[in-house]
């Protein structure tokens, strides 16, 4: 993995800087709703002047017209730098392909597999930085308001991460067996021969049936703990935050902020799972497309 990034930034570098300063931004301003849906929550239950209200009002819908802005830079600024990188790594594919593999195989690598590669390279270290920064700038927030639920929704974090963890390894064993078996299958029908291979082509789409049945089962039931604990998480805030307004230890604005940065939190960190799934798929990829070149060296041009 640490190749991987090393490549990234030798070849983007000066464009990965720009996304990282937007990234920073964007998680900056996280929190910053929020305080506002606090200050006008709490303003309505204590006759707040019309003008107050309109006030803060214009300002929230300012920081998120900011905020939806600056991602809309980010996105485009990232995907472009991927298909820059899309098109190097083809255009080096094609250029010493023909010298080291078989046709089929080839023209797997330039379809699909150079796609996947440098498809992530736009968001390799922007999408992480971004999502992780607003994990933390909105968890800090609640943390500050009232410490109770900052913990809880660190409680809600954890488990979810060791299940990502547990479970994307068994997921990157059959991402790489598939890949393997889709290009003996391609090198098969590109062969002279393909009436002979018929059968044998048959089984790798079988083998590769199989491997995506047992990707999906892991994935979908990874979705499905994280769905669960993030519906826990929600009803866990409203009830404590609910004891603690009874108490009179938080009012009645910390709460909807808690609640409404739960889901702020479960975003980034669906991404940063999603971005993980991602990282450790293309990685399986990438040193699988290395072994295209006898000097090891991918995508210089």
């Not at 940063?272 to 990438?286: E, G, H, I, Q, T």
């Amino acid at each position: 993995m640490l190749d991987l990034y090393k490549r990234i930034w030798r070849f983007t570098g000066r464009s990965q800087i720009l996304l990282i300063i937007l990234s920073i931004l964007i998680a900056v301003l996280a929190a910053v709703p929020l305080q506002f849906q606090k200050d006008i929550i709490n303003g309505i239950t204590t006759s707040m002047e019309r003008k107050t209200l309109f006030l803060l009002g214009a300002g929230y819908l300012g920081v998120l017209v900011v905020r939806n802005a600056l991602k809309f830079a980010l996105q485009y600024k990232s995907s472009m730098l991927s298909e820059d990188v899309v098109r190097r790594i083809r255009g080096r594919l094609y250029e010493v392909g023909f010298e080291t593999t078989d046709r089929g195989t080839l023209v797997t690598m330039i379809s699909t597999e150079a796609e996947e590669v440098g498809r992530f390279a736009g968001s390799a270290m922007a999408s992480p930085l971004m999502q992780l920064g607003t994990l933390l700038t909105v968890i800090a927030y609640v943390a500050v308001n009232q410490p109770y639920l900052g913990l809880f929704m660190i409680t809600i974090v954890v488990p979810q991460a060791l299940i990502a963890v547990s479970v994307q390894q068994r997921i990157n064993e059959r991402i790489g067996y598939r890949v393997r078996v889709l290009r003996s299958a391609t090198a098969r029908i590109a062969a002279d021969d393909i009436k002979s291979a018929g059968d044998a082509v048959l089984h790798d789409f079988d083998e590769i049936y199989e491997a995506r049945r047992k990707i999906f089962f892991l994935k979908f039931s990874t979705k499905f703990a994280m769905n669960l604990i993030t519906g826990v998480g929600t009803v866990g805030i409203l009830v404590l935050g609910g004891l603690l307004a009874l108490k009179g230890r938080t009012d009645v604005g910390t709460v909807v902020a808690a609640l409404s940065g739960l889901t702020r939190v479960s975003e980034p960190w669906r991404e940063l799972l999603a971005f993980y799934r991602d990282l450790s798929s293309v990685r399986v990829k990438y040193e699988l497309l290395l072994n295209v070149r006898p000097d090891n060296r991918m995508g210089r041009s």
